[in-house]
């Protein structure tokens, strides 16, 4: 089970993207005192990895005790992160406080192009220089992209990259059009290229020994099962089922991208709104309409509820508009 709490909506960057639109911190974001009762919590409802994300989590001045807490729970600590702020002395105070992986992202081997998307002068270079500095510090690292048709052409060598620079893994984020990514929802792929996109991926899994996983793609398990290939993850889409997520003032949603309240931890214990809420009971239901519901893969696959959700007027449990099979 995989949690993720955005620790702040501060961030030195103002990413094309960005669901959480972030750049300033927020007004009551979590205290020291309210997240380590939160982690508790998370503990407490039997998650075991933790994903510290953001905004940008190393701009939030007490993640280092945050971290400690989280590994005294025995929660798996793990970042999301533009790389940028990961130093040399912060990485090895990361693996000190007990961190267990960083996922930093890189969106293109063209540093101008990532950069423009990052709307950061830099931040190429920056989130290298942090993965350097990561694998100097024996800390685990990975590359997230994000897949866009600007930069599609450019995966496999991205792969490479991260081979080359040492990472245990590569992931793929395909976008879902909320927040600031609403505005470049054009620039996303569609079916076709969606499919030669996830088969490509796959395929590319077979000639190299780091993990390559898509994100808000489900259906990579289905062609993965086309293909013949046996992968460790068992289900596509986890909103509601084994993941959710956190907002900096403590608001809970099945995702990152399915933008719904389904309770506030500052009223109600968050080990309490994951085991009692209606919408994530409806979800745990798989009970899907559409092309998704009549799918052979509806328990391995699920379509992702987001996108379902974002082209059906807010109907989460309705077809995956951009799954082509069916």
Known sequence: MIVSWNTTNACNMYCAHCYRDAGCKADEELSTAEAKELLNQIARAGFKIMIFS?????????ILELVEHATRLRLIAVFGTNGTLITAQMARDLKAAGAKGMGISLDSLDADKHDKFRSFAGAWQGAVDGMKNCRAAGLPFQIHTTVMDWNQHELEALTDFAVELGAKAHHFFFLVPTGRAATIEEESLRAEGYEKVLTRIM??????????????????????????????????????????????????????????????????????????NKILQ??????????????????KCGGCRARAACYNDGDFMSGEPWCNFN
Do not use: H
């Open 54 to 62: 953001g905004g940008e989590p190393l701009m939030r001045p007490d």
């Open 282 to 299: 409806t979800l745990r239901t798989l009970n899907y309409s559409g092309n998704c519901g009549a799918c052979k893969y509806k328990n």
């Open 203 to 276: 395929r590319k899994q077979r000639e190299v020994s780091i993990e390559l996983k898509p994100t808000c793609a489900p259906q990579f398990l289905r062609i993965a099962d086309q293909l013949g290939m046996k992968l460790r993850f068992k289900r596509g889409c986890l909103a509601g089922l084994s993941y959710c997520i956190i907002s900096p003032r403590g608001k809970v949603q099945p995702c990152a991208y399915l933008n719904m309240e389904l309770g506030d931890v500052r009223e109600t214990p968050f080990d309490e709104i994951w085991r009692t």
